[in-house]
C-alpha cells in the first residue's frame, strides 16, 4: 500500500504555513475542518470494520495485522489539526487580544489529542507539534494517563476562560460563529466523555471530572452539537480535499468493494428503526455509485468479514450477488459534503443515562436514555430529506422498543448499543466506547465455523505507523511501557 503514496514522515512536525505571521481568523477555520481525516484510510478500512458497521470484506486476520493504514490518524492528525492548533494556541497567546482564540484552540487540541491516544494509547502530546516553532521533529511519548490529567485541566480552564467582553471568532468559527457559551457547553460535554472513558482505570478521578461536567452545564439540544459542514469537492486520487468530507469515499470511488455490515443492518431492522432509511440503500451498480433501492425492508448487510455467508453451508458469495447487500444512501451520508458530527446533544444524554444507572451522578436513566433515542433520530435531518425523522416516527420506535431493563447489564447493553447506533460515522468515537463498555457484544456472536473469525476478539487499539517507528526512537519507550504493538494490547483506560 505504501508504494502508492508520499507519506513525508520526516515533515510530520513541520509547520505548513508559508507566511511570517498568519492571522488566526484564516487557521480556525482550517483547525475545524481538519479535525476529521481528508480520507477514509484508518476510519473505513479499520476502524468501522472492527466497530462492525462498514466492512471492506477482508479477513479478521489481515485487518489485526500491524503496520498498514492503521497509522494514517496518527499521521493525518500530527501533520494537520494537531500541529496547527498548537502553533494557534502559541501565536495567540503573544496577543491578549486573541485570547479566545487560544482557549477555543485549547479545547480543540483536547479533543483531537483524546482520539489520538484513545486509539494509539501513549503518543506524543507535551512535545508534539513543536517542529516549527522549537525544531523538536522526534517528540517524546507520554503516558496516557499523564495525557488525560492534562485534558481535563485544559478543558476545565480553557472553558473558564473564555471572556465574552475580549474579541470572539465568528466568520472564522465555522462551528459556533463565537458563540462563547456553546463552546463551555462542549468543553463539558467532552469532559463528560473523557470522564466515563476512565472509570474503570481511575473511578475517583472519573467521577470527579463527570461531576464537574455536569455542574459546569452540558450540551442542552441538537442546536449545541459539534458539528462541520463540509462541501461536495472532488476527490483526487486516494484522498479528498479536506473541505470535503472524505467518509463517504469508501463507497464513492469503490462501489464494488464496501458494505454495510449485518449486525448494523439487522439491528435496525429487526427493531423497525425508522433510521435505517437514512443509513442504507441497495446500490444500483457494480461500477458506478448512484441511487438504488432505499426500501427498508430490502436492506440486507455483509458479513463482517469475509466473503463468506453466514448461512450454510457459508460459501463465498459470488461477485454478483454483492447488489444485494447495502451501502450508505446517497442522498445523506454517502456525499462529500455530508456535515460530521464530533460530539453530540444524544451523545450525551445516553453517557447520563449510563452515569445514574451506575450511581455515578444522580439522574432518570430511562428519561435520559429516551431523550438521547430521539436527539438521536432528530439530529439526523442535517444530512437532508431523506434523513429527516418525525416525532411521531420516534414515539412508535420507542413504543416498540421500550426502556425497560430487567438487569444493571441489560441497561448498558441497550444504552450503548443506542450509542453505537448514533456515532455511526464517527468510528473513532464508536471504537472507543465499544471497548470502554463491552457493548454491543458483537464478537461473542460471531459465527466461528467461518474461517479466519475462529477466536475472534474485539482489537483494542491500533498499531503505530512503521515510519514513525523508524524515525522516533521515543517509540520504543512506549511500547516497553505500554506492551507489544499490536492490536491485541490494551490503553491505560481499557480495563477488562
Request: hydrophobic letters at 35%; one cysteine or more; charged letters at 25%.
Given at each position: 500500500?505504501?508504494t502508492?503514496?508520499?507519506?513525508?514522515?520526516?515533515?510530520?512536525?513541520?509547520?505548513?504555513?508559508?507566511?511570517?505571521d498568519?492571522t488566526?481568523?484564516?487557521?480556525?477555520?482550517?483547525i475545524?475542518?481538519?479535525?476529521?481525516?481528508n480520507?477514509?484510510?484508518?476510519?473505513?478500512?479499520?476502524?468501522?470494520?472492527?466497530?462492525?458497521?462498514?466492512?471492506?470484506?477482508?479477513?479478521?486476520?489481515?485487518?489485526?495485522?500491524?503496520?498498514?493504514?492503521?497509522g494514517?490518524?496518527?499521521?493525518?492528525?500530527?501533520e494537520?489539526?494537531f500541529?496547527?492548533?498548537?502553533?494557534?494556541?502559541?501565536r495567540?497567546?503573544?496577543?491578549?487580544?486573541?485570547?479566545?482564540?487560544r482557549?477555543?484552540?485549547r479545547?480543540i487540541?483536547?479533543?483531537?489529542?483524546?482520539?489520538?491516544?484513545?486509539l494509539?494509547?501513549?503518543?506524543?502530546?507535551?512535545?508534539?507539534?513543536?517542529?516549527?516553532?522549537?525544531?523538536?521533529?522526534?517528540?517524546?511519548?507520554?503516558?496516557?494517563?499523564q495525557?488525560?490529567?492534562?485534558?481535563?485541566r485544559?478543558?476545565?480552564?480553557?472553558s473558564?476562560?473564555?471572556?465574552s467582553?475580549?474579541k470572539?471568532?465568528?466568520?472564522?468559527?465555522i462551528?459556533?460563529?463565537?458563540?462563547?457559551?456553546?463552546?463551555?457547553?462542549?468543553?463539558?460535554?467532552?469532559?463528560?466523555?473523557?470522564?466515563?472513558?476512565?472509570?474503570?482505570?481511575?473511578?475517583?478521578?472519573?467521577?470527579?471530572?463527570?461531576?464537574?461536567?455536569?455542574?459546569?452545564?452540558?450540551?442542552?439540544?441538537?442546536?449545541?452539537?459539534?458539528?462541520?459542514?463540509?462541501?461536495?469537492?472532488?476527490?483526487?486520487?486516494?484522498?479528498?480535499?479536506?473541505?470535503?468530507?472524505g467518509?463517504?469515499h469508501?463507497?464513492?470511488?469503490?462501489?464494488?468493494?464496501?458494505?454495510?455490515?449485518?449486525?448494523?443492518?439487522?439491528?435496525?431492522?429487526?427493531?423497525?428503526?425508522?433510521?435505517?432509511?437514512?443509513?442504507?440503500?441497495?446500490?444500483?451498480?457494480?461500477?458506478?455509485?448512484?441511487?438504488?433501492?432505499?426500501s427498508?425492508?430490502?436492506?440486507?448487510g455483509?458479513?463482517?468479514?469475509?466473503d463468506?455467508?453466514?448461512?450454510?453451508?457459508?460459501?463465498?458469495?459470488?461477485?454478483?450477488?454483492?447488489?444485494?447487500?447495502?451501502?450508505?444512501n446517497?442522498?445523506?451520508?454517502?456525499?462529500?459534503?455530508a456535515?460530521?458530527?464530533?460530539?453530540?446533544?444524544?451523545?450525551?444524554?445516553?453517557?447520563?443515562?449510563e452515569?445514574?444507572?451506575?450511581?455515578?451522578?444522580?439522574?432518570d436513566?430511562?428519561?435520559?436514555?429516551?431523550?438521547?433515542?430521539?436527539?438521536?433520530?432528530?439530529?439526523l435531518?442535517?444530512?437532508?430529506?431523506?434523513?429527516?425523522?418525525?416525532?411521531?416516527?420516534?414515539?412508535?420506535?420507542?413504543?416498540?422498543?421500550?426502556?425497560n431493563?430487567?438487569?444493571?447489564?441489560?441497561?448498558?447493553?441497550?444504552?450503548n448499543t443506542?450509542?453505537?447506533?448514533?456515532?455511526?460515522?464517527?468510528w473513532?468515537?464508536?471504537?472507543?466506547?465499544?471497548?470502554?463498555?463491552?457493548?454491543?457484544?458483537l464478537?461473542?456472536?460471531?459465527?466461528?465455523?467461518?474461517?479466519?473469525?475462529?477466536?475472534a476478539?474485539?482489537?483494542?487499539?491500533?498499531?503505530?505507523?512503521?515510519?514513525?517507528?523508524a524515525?522516533?526512537?521515543?517509540?520504543?519507550?512506549?511500547?516497553?511501557?505500554?506492551?507489544?504493538?499490536?492490536?491485541?494490547?490494551?490503553?491505560?483506560?481499557?480495563?477488562p
Amino acid at each position: 500500500m505504501f508504494t502508492a503514496c508520499d507519506k513525508n514522515f520526516e515533515d510530520i512536525n513541520k509547520s505548513v504555513d508559508f507566511v511570517s505571521d498568519p492571522t488566526p481568523d484564516f487557521m480556525l477555520p482550517a483547525i475545524e475542518l481538519y479535525m476529521l481525516d481528508n480520507t477514509y484510510y484508518t476510519q473505513g478500512d479499520f476502524v468501522g470494520a472492527f466497530v462492525m458497521h462498514v466492512t471492506n470484506r477482508k479477513a479478521y486476520s489481515s485487518l489485526t495485522m500491524p503496520g498498514g493504514y492503521q497509522g494514517y490518524h496518527f499521521e493525518w492528525a500530527y501533520e494537520n489539526p494537531f500541529k496547527n492548533v498548537v502553533d494557534l494556541i502559541a501565536r495567540c497567546g503573544k496577543d491578549t487580544a486573541y485570547a479566545n482564540y487560544r482557549h477555543i484552540g485549547r479545547i480543540i487540541k483536547a479533543y483531537v489529542a483524546h482520539q489520538l491516544t484513545d486509539l494509539y494509547g501513549d503518543v506524543p502530546y507535551f512535545e508534539a507539534g513543536k517542529g516549527y516553532m522549537d525544531r523538536l521533529f522526534t517528540p517524546r511519548y507520554d503516558a496516557q494517563q499523564q495525557i488525560y490529567e492534562d485534558m481535563f485541566r485544559e478543558l476545565e480552564d480553557a472553558s473558564r476562560a473564555l471572556d465574552s467582553a475580549r474579541k470572539v471568532p465568528t466568520a472564522a468559527d465555522i462551528v459556533y460563529k463565537g458563540d462563547l457559551s456553546k463552546w463551555r457547553r462542549f468543553a463539558n460535554s467532552l469532559m463528560l466523555r473523557l470522564g466515563l472513558r476512565i472509570m474503570k482505570a481511575d473511578p475517583v478521578n472519573g467521577k470527579k471530572w463527570i461531576e464537574k461536567a455536569v455542574a459546569g452545564g452540558l450540551l442542552r439540544n441538537n442546536d449545541d452539537n459539534f458539528v462541520v459542514k463540509y462541501l461536495p469537492n472532488a476527490s483526487t486520487g486516494g484522498t479528498t480535499n479536506p473541505t470535503a468530507n472524505g467518509q463517504a469515499h469508501i463507497f464513492i470511488r469503490y462501489p464494488d468493494n464496501y458494505r454495510l455490515t449485518s449486525p448494523f443492518v439487522n439491528f435496525l431492522k429487526d427493531r423497525k428503526d425508522p433510521r435505517i432509511a437514512a443509513y442504507c440503500m441497495l446500490p444500483a451498480s457494480r461500477t458506478t455509485y448512484a441511487a438504488g433501492d432505499k426500501s427498508p425492508a430490502k436492506q440486507k448487510g455483509w458479513p463482517p468479514y469475509g466473503d463468506r455467508s453466514e448461512d450454510p453451508p457459508y460459501l463465498g458469495i459470488p461477485s454478483a450477488d454483492r447488489l444485494k447487500y447495502s451501502v450508505s444512501n446517497i442522498s445523506t451520508f454517502g456525499r462529500y459534503d455530508a456535515p460530521f458530527i464530533h460530539l453530540s446533544y444524544a451523545q450525551v444524554q445516553l453517557q447520563l443515562a449510563e452515569c445514574a444507572v451506575r450511581g455515578i451522578v444522580p439522574g432518570d436513566a430511562k428519561s435520559c436514555y429516551e431523550k438521547g433515542v430521539r436527539a438521536a433520530m432528530d439530529q439526523l435531518k442535517i444530512y437532508g430529506a431523506e434523513a429527516v425523522i418525525t416525532t411521531a416516527q420516534a414515539d412508535a420506535y420507542l413504543l416498540e422498543n421500550p426502556y425497560n431493563p430487567a438487569s444493571m447489564e441489560e441497561a448498558l447493553e441497550m444504552i450503548n448499543t443506542q450509542y453505537w447506533i448514533e456515532t455511526h460515522y464517527n468510528w473513532y468515537e464508536t471504537f472507543a466506547n465499544m471497548r470502554r463498555s463491552g457493548y454491543p457484544k458483537l464478537y461473542e456472536k460471531l459465527d466461528l465455523t467461518i474461517p479466519a473469525n475462529s477466536g475472534a476478539i474485539l482489537p483494542r487499539r491500533l498499531t503505530y505507523q512503521a515510519d514513525e517507528i523508524a524515525i522516533n526512537p521515543h517509540v520504543q519507550e512506549a511500547i516497553k511501557r505500554q506492551g507489544p504493538d499490536v492490536t491485541s494490547t490494551r490503553v491505560w483506560w481499557d480495563k477488562p
